[in-house]
Each structure stands twice: as structure tokens, then as C-alpha cells.
């Protein structure tokens, strides 16, 4: 069971741009680390991109709104970070997503952004998109996914991640 809780406008950071892990496992979000959402849709949870599914018409997380999201995750304690590994996919409306990837070192009172991607969807062809990211750092305290989900369009739509898994 994943611990979560609901961010407000309020809590996301104005500014976006013996510890374990030294063995390069995966990481169990469920088990180090309370996860912090913007919003889900009931059927979609938050929990789905941390169950272990992988590939197209796996589980997936959807915003339950529009529009910019963020999904925080808030380590128990410092993590020593080596990858990230992200799944998209969208399989019903053309767009493109933009993903921000950022870490703090001080309990998210800061970040530092590591990494910005777009992805490109264009249904019925191109629909899914896996991404692995080094992302060599020590001592992060918290990891910040923040995702535009149609950039560059007035067409609202849903973000969405299929999964995230850190070494």
C-alpha cells in the first residue's frame, strides 16, 4: 500500500528548475517513501505506477484534472539515487507531454531540476514511451515529477505515467 497524500497549489515549490541504495537495487516506493499527488481518477490511482506493472496496457496513474501536475515523492530517509526509469503511454489523444524532473537534498524546501523531456503521441501509431535516466546523486531527500500533459495546446488534457522505478 502506498502512503500518500493530496497536494494543495499552495504546497507544490514555487522554484522547479548510512544511507541505503549502494547496491543499485530497485527501490520500493511503498516501503521508503510517503508520495504526494496533485490528483488521481479513483480508477487510476497513484498507487498503479509503483505496482510492479511494466509495458503498454499496464496499470496506470491519470490525473483526476487537467491541466499541470506534480507528483512528489518524500523519502523516509536520504536516498542515494542511480536511475530513473519512466513509462508513458497514451493510447486516445494527440499531444505532447512535458516532464520535469527535479531533487532536494533539504526536505523540499528546494530543488534542483536534473531533467526536462517531451514526448510525443500521436494515436494509433505512436502511443508509448519508455525513458531511463543515470541520475547519479547522494543524499535526496525528496524527488519532484512535475508534468505539463498537452504542451503547447488549449485542448485540455490528463497527465499520465504507466511507472516510475528508481535505483
Known amino acids: 500500500m502506498v502512503r500518500k497524500r493530496f497536494l494543495n497549489k499552495g504546497d507544490i515549490p514555487a ?3 548510512d544511507i541505503p541504495d549502494a547496491s543499485g ?3 520500493s516506493i511503498p516501503d521508503s517513501a510517503t508520495v504526494m499527488v ?3 481518477m479513483s480508477e487510476h490511482p497513484i498507487d498503479h505506477i509503483f505496482d510492479g506493472h511494466h509495458g503498454p496496457r499496464s496499470t496506470k496513474w491519470v490525473a483526476g484534472e487537467a491541466g499541470d ?3 512528489i515523492l518524500a523519502f523516509d530517509t536520504p536516498r542515494n539515487l542511480r536511475k530513473v526509469s519512466l513509462e508513458v503511454e497514451e493510447t486516445d489523444v494527440e499531444r505532447t507531454q512535458e516532464l520535469t524532473l527535479a531533487i532536494s537534498y533539504d526536505g523540499g524546501q528546494t530543488y534542483r531540476e536534473v531533467l526536462r523531456q517531451e514526448y ?3 494515436p494509433p501509431g505512436t502511443t508509448f514511451e519508455r525513458e531511463e535516466w543515470c541520475l547519479p546523486a547522494e543524499g535526496v531527500t525528496n524527488l519532484w515529477v512535475w508534468l505539463r500533459p498537452n504542451k503547447g495546446k488549449a485542448v485540455e488534457c490528463r497527465a499520465t505515467i504507466t ?5
Open 15 to 17: 522554484a522547479k528548475h
Open 25 to 27: 537495487e530497485e527501490i
Open 38 to 40: 496533485t490528483s488521481e
Open 120 to 122: 510525443n503521441f500521436s
Open 163 to 167: 511507472s516510475l522505478t528508481l535505483q
Open 69 to 71: 501536475q506534480s507528483v
